[in-house]
């Protein structure tokens, strides 16, 4: 079980550098069995500029389980509109290590759909 984590950070590691490397905001996905989370990360000035998670007050009202797609496509508009409102609109999407499929491929493709670039 710790190799997994571990390979799963080194995957992260890769692509932060990269991402730093461009100097754009990254959108940081990060997940457990039973929510969703997704910040908006200025990492030159290294900090949090919004984020949107399943454990916020309006959202839990909104979804049965914190932990399933429909949780992550509400996720995905909410941080979507959240950018948007601040005037954010290109980003680079920083997965954490995490495949790209089921709840974060639900959050990137709701967040690119409700007007995030990436």
């Known amino acids: 079980m710790k190799n997994l984590k571990l390979k799963r950070l080194n995957r992260a590691k890769k692509t932060r550098k990269k ?9 940081t996905i990060s997940r457990t069995n ?9 990492d030159s000035k290294r900090v949090t500029i919004t984020s949107a998670s399943s454990i916020e007050p309006e959202i839990k009202s909104q979804i049965k389980f914190g932990s399933n797609i429909s949780s ?11 950018a948007k409102n ?13 495949q790209y499929h089921g709840r974060v491929k639900a959050l990137a493709e709701s967040a690119r759909t409700n007007g995030l670039k990436f």
């Open 72 to 82: 992550a496509v509400i996720i995905g508009k909410r941080i979507a509109e959240k």
């Open 19 to 27: 991402i730093q490397e461009l100097g754009v905001l990254r959108l």
């Open 34 to 42: 039973n929510h969703i989370y997704a910040q908006i990360i200025d």
């Open 86 to 98: 601040l005037g954010i609109s290109e980003i680079a999407f920083d997965r954490s290590g995490y």
